[in-house]
């Protein structure tokens, strides 16, 4: 597509073949910032629609390859060419490993993450098993030591999982049976992941998992650190309304307990200091100084 020619069509049947295919018009103005020849409309549209309508795309522009192959004599496409048009209709959910990389000042975090992105942009997911063994094990431990679990060297990676999942559940993160269930089974998977990185990756000289199998481990593994991500989230915002309330009760608080300050209307204008006002605040001070005396007296001394 170098001269910005795409196989043999003319603006007018490459804009039939485009929204034959996908439903898109390839001639619309969001389709022109690369350019506007075909070749540079064709690329802007691989970079903003979603991967299975790509996948799609490039399936059929395979299959018009084949038709003008048979009468040019052209060279059959590459082998790796077909099985990224076919990742990319699967639109198999592989996570942006970078994106969860956790708030710690080990920096092994995201050289790892790094190499295992490359692995699965190369459509190489076979090779990156390793790493993203080594990764796990490193978000786990982490996530432990936050939860304030006790951790080892020696403890397994499905092993760290049992006793998170555990903490989760007793903190109340956990809602129903049927998500404690999966959580649970996912320490099972993980201990065969074990087996893999040592005997199907280039953890040691093994010979590695096929392609498709590795796939489905990515999307497995990474799918489950999406939602473990959720549940962190969901955490830390319950700790942030929990201390959000306690600022806004602090506050009332205070201003009870100094002896209900003089409240300003606004500019210019006088103190509410009536005496009805006065009762009114005087009042609810002493509701509190009773329900807070109350309720730090002994059992035995408390009186209602």
Request: hydrophobic share 35%; net charge neutral.
């Given at each position: 597509?170098g001269?910005?020619?795409?196989?043999?069509?003319s603006?007018r049947?490459?804009?039939?073949?485009?929204?034959?295919?996908?439903g898109?018009?390839?001639?619309?103005?969001?389709?022109?910032?690369?350019?506007?020849?075909?070749?540079?409309?064709?690329?802007?549209?691989?970079?903003?629609?979603?991967?299975?309508?790509?996948?799609k795309?490039?399936d059929?522009?395979?299959?018009a390859?084949?038709?003008?192959r048979?009468?040019?004599?052209?060279?059959?496409?590459?082998?790796?060419?077909?099985?990224i048009?076919?990742?990319?209709?699967?639109?198999?959910?592989?996570l942006?490993?970078?994106?969860?990389?956790?708030?710690?000042?080990?920096?092994?975090?995201e050289?790892?993450?790094?190499?295992?992105?490359?692995?699965?942009?190369?459509?190489?997911?076979?090779?990156?098993?390793?790493r993203l063994?080594?990764?796990l094990v490193?978000?786990?431990?982490?996530?432990?030591r936050?939860?304030?679990?006790?951790?080892?060297?020696?403890?397994?990676?499905?092993?760290?999982?049992?006793?998170?999942?555990?903490?989760?559940k007793?903190k109340?993160?956990?809602?129903?049976?049927?998500?404690?269930?999966?959580?649970?089974?996912?320490?099972?998977?993980?201990?065969?992941?074990?087996?893999?990185?040592?005997?199907?990756?280039?953890?040691?000289?093994?010979?590695?998992?096929?392609?498709?199998?590795s796939?489905l481990?990515?999307?497995?593994?990474?799918?489950?650190?999406?939602?473990?991500?959720?549940?962190?989230?969901?955490?830390?915002?319950?700790?942030?309304?929990?201390l959000?309330?306690m600022?806004?009760?602090?506050?009332?608080?205070?201003?009870?307990?100094?002896?209900?300050?003089r409240i300003?209307?606004?500019?210019?204008?006088?103190p509410?200091?009536?005496?009805?006002?006065?009762?009114?605040?005087?009042?609810?001070?002493?509701?509190?100084?009773?329900?807070?005396?109350?309720?730090?007296e002994?059992p035995?001394s408390?009186?209602?």
């Open positions: 597509m001269s910005g020619y795409v196989l043999n069509f603006n049947t490459f804009a039939e073949f485009i929204y034959g295919n996908t898109a018009n390839v001639y619309d103005a969001k389709y022109s910032d690369g350019g506007d020849s075909k070749a540079n409309r064709l690329r802007t549209f691989w970079d903003v629609e979603p991967n299975h309508v790509v996948g795309l490039l059929d522009i395979s299959q390859w084949d038709e003008v048979g009468c040019s004599g052209e060279s059959e496409l590459p082998e790796e060419y077909l099985r048009v076919q990742r990319l209709k699967r639109s198999m959910p592989i942006d490993l970078p994106s969860i990389i956790p708030d710690s000042e080990d920096k092994s975090f050289v790892l993450a790094r190499s295992v992105r490359e692995s699965i942009e190369k459509n190489e997911p076979e090779a990156g098993l390793d063994h080594t990764y490193k978000y786990f431990r982490f996530l432990c936050k939860h304030d679990i006790e951790i080892n060297r020696e403890k397994p990676l499905h092993s760290l999982v049992g006793e998170y999942i555990k903490k989760l007793s109340g993160l956990i809602e129903s049976e049927m998500t404690e269930r999966i959580l649970k089974s996912s320490i099972s998977t993980l201990e065969a992941f074990n087996r893999v990185r040592n005997e199907h990756s280039f953890a040691h000289d093994n010979e590695v998992l096929n392609y498709n199998e796939l481990i990515f999307s497995h593994v990474t799918s489950s650190m999406r939602f473990t991500e959720t549940l962190e989230n969901r955490g830390c915002l319950a700790i942030c309304k929990r959000l309330l600022v806004k009760f602090y506050r009332l608080w205070s201003i009870f307990t100094r002896g209900y300050p300003q209307r606004g500019k210019g204008s006088s509410l200091s009536t005496s009805g006002n006065k009762c009114v605040l005087k009042l609810i001070n002493n509701r509190l100084h009773h329900r807070f005396s109350f309720a730090t002994s035995q408390s009186t209602l």
